[in-house]
């Protein structure tokens, strides 16, 4: 029964990174209609400028250089829109992809040509601390991504669904033209939102390697997993994406501990999103897909 | 037929370097003229797939990966090198049913997301199972190839130039037949194409096993090359987007794309070791900078310049092509540009005569 517990608190626990994950990959996707690919190298390099040059050049105290980090995230997200994914955009889905893809491939191969293949440990500014309660236990740094989480989901449902701003973000996706003509700022709005998107990449990039080492290429198998849940929801839902991010969670972490193989959580990834695609959305997968002209 | 005989003349002239290649170089590089031609047959296999009928896959590494583990359990079972070839390709073919089936009812970024997950799922388990690689690495024989010995690199790489020279040739046939015709349909226009009476199941999973069939092809050419099984790690998700950029920074619509992308790359290894560059640095840069130009590739640059230079020689408009352009700068082409010239003022009530030579390879 413990044992389950335990399996069920590191599934939450590696959920909510998936969670972070799919609602910078969503936010991305309601405002561009692109799937950003290049979303966990972009938290990856941004962890990178955190631990090696933040903390470790410029010794700045962990919660300023968290900070700090947050905002090489926005900018990079700021970057990649402006200069690479918004010029594609309208020469469709074979371009962005390849162009995120790109853009993967660079971010990760900068940070081995920065900082070398070394995989150090980093700081967290939540401590490691363990809370024991019902024969189980959880981490300060796990609580405090759990907190993250929440907070982050829920104010950007409120400012999505509930906000003139969201209403503006989902007219510029639909036609940016239009939106433009009722006096929207359009160039202002789409970068504010790649620059929370790449923020939570970061976020998510640093809260999710403390828990592992700095590994250049491992979240991007994160992105994979926080997929299938963004998935769920058609790009579209960021409460189905949190939901969905947890359960996969779960079900990785459960995988793993009963069946006993490190490998198999990918194999679940795969069928998961098979039954997703196949049984729960077949036939909405077009809906939201449509980008009109500039 | 003197046209004829002058757009074939580049296609003869890069098979004379390829087969005269081995005997003018040292043996150092002919290891990488090998990889050259296995990269060649991947970047290939995705041209089929993704240039002509659209499907994005990026989990191409694990067709490849397979190639190398079966392949090897064949040869050290003492089944003949063309066989294995044979029988992996058919293997893998039948693999690719996994992608080919979510293919008929998912389109775009959800496709490209399954095979995502499915590079990722062979990399960390099905590679990792006991009946394919396992654990540790095996040695892989140069068994001979129809007698011939493939003990030394060269050998290998003509045994493998030969079967990348047959694989372009079904390639080259396969565009101008009907199905390559109906592979460019589905791309296009899937709905257009299913109200013509094309059946969308058939090509979409004939287009997914050539392509499979292809890579594993290529696969055990690798797992001979190097001689051993590398780690699963080698045919993972990065590999997959690598292999990806091949085709796309060569050519995504052109089989002569595939075979530039690959020996680029190929050769880009020890080029970027002497820079101390990563290659998938370069490569990720070398990608940015193609979607960015708009066009189909080097190739398609290439062929956007002399058509330029031609253009603005004839005093022609600017047209746009390849596969990054928007359907509304393409649509704007129009109709190929008759070329009418008069010798001499026309007397009146006199009847013109126009002969129209379509341009070579120019508009499909």
Known sequence: MSQLLNYVVAGLSIGAIYALMSIGVVVIYRISRVVNLAHGAMGIFATFVFHYELVGRLGLPVPVAFVGALGVGAALGVFVERALVGPVRRDGILATLVMTVGILLVLTELTVQFWGPDQPVIRSIFSDRTIRFAGTGVTVHQLGTAVFVAALGAGLYVLLNRTRYGRAIEAIAMDPGAARIVGLPVRRITTVTWAIGGASAALAGMLYIHLNTLEQFSLTFVLISSLVAAVLGGFNSLPLAVAGSLAVGVSFSLAQGYLNDPGIGDLIVFAALLVVLLVFRSGKTTALDTVSEF | ?364
């Open chain 2, 1 to 364: 037929m003197k046209a004829r005989l002058r757009s074939r003349l580049p296609v003869l002239a890069a098979g004379l370097v390829a087969v005269a290649f081995p005997f003018v170089t040292s043996p150092g590089k002919h290891f990488y003229a090998v990889l050259a031609v296995i990269y060649s047959l991947v970047a290939l296999s995705l041209v089929v797939l993704t240039g002509w009928t659209g499907q994005i896959s990026l989990g191409h590494a694990a067709f490849l990966g397979l190639g190398v583990y079966a392949g090897q359990r064949f040869l050290h079972a003492g089944v003949p090198f063309p066989v294995v070839l044979v029988i992996v390709g058919l293997a893998s073919a039948a693999l690719s049913l996994v992608l080919a089936v979510p293919s008929l009812r998912l389109r775009g970024v959800y496709l490209a997301i399954v095979t995502l997950a499915f590079g990722a799922a062979c990399e960390r388990y099905i590679f990792k199972l006991g009946f394919l690689r396992g654990q540790l690495a095996s040695t892989v024989g140069r068994p001979s190839f129809f007698g011939i010995s493939t003990a030394s690199d060269r050998n290998l790489y003509l045994v493998a130039l030969a079967v990348l020279v047959v694989a372009l040739a079904a390639v080259a046939n396969l565009r101008r037949s009907d199905l390559g015709r109906v592979f460019l349909a589905v791309r296009d226009a899937e709905d257009a194409a299913t109200a013509l009476g094309v059946n969308l199941a058939r090509s979409k999973v004939t287009a997914f096993a050539i392509s499979a069939a292809m890579a594993a092809t290529a696969g055990v050419f690798y797992a001979v090359l190097f001689q051993a099984t590398p780690a699963p790690s080698q045919f993972g998700v990065l590999q997959s987007l690598f292999l990806l950029a091949l085709p796309v920074v060569g050519g995504l619509e052109n089989p002569a794309g595939a075979v530039v992308g690959g020996t680029l790359f190929a050769f880009a290894q020890p080029v970027c070791n002497a820079f101390g560059l990563r290659l998938f640095l370069v490569t990720g840069l070398l990608v940015i900078f193609v979607v960015l130009s708009r066009s189909d590739g080097l190739t398609g640059l290439v062929r956007r310049f002399v058509k330029g230079f031609g253009d603005a020689v004839h005093g022609e408009a600017r047209a746009r092509y390849g596969s990054f352009v928007p359907e509304s700068a393409a649509a704007s082409n129009g109709a190929p540009h008759p070329r009418v010239r008069l010798d001499a003022p026309l007397p009146a009530g006199s009847c013109l005569v126009v002969r129209l030579a379509a341009s070579s390879g120019g508009v499909s």
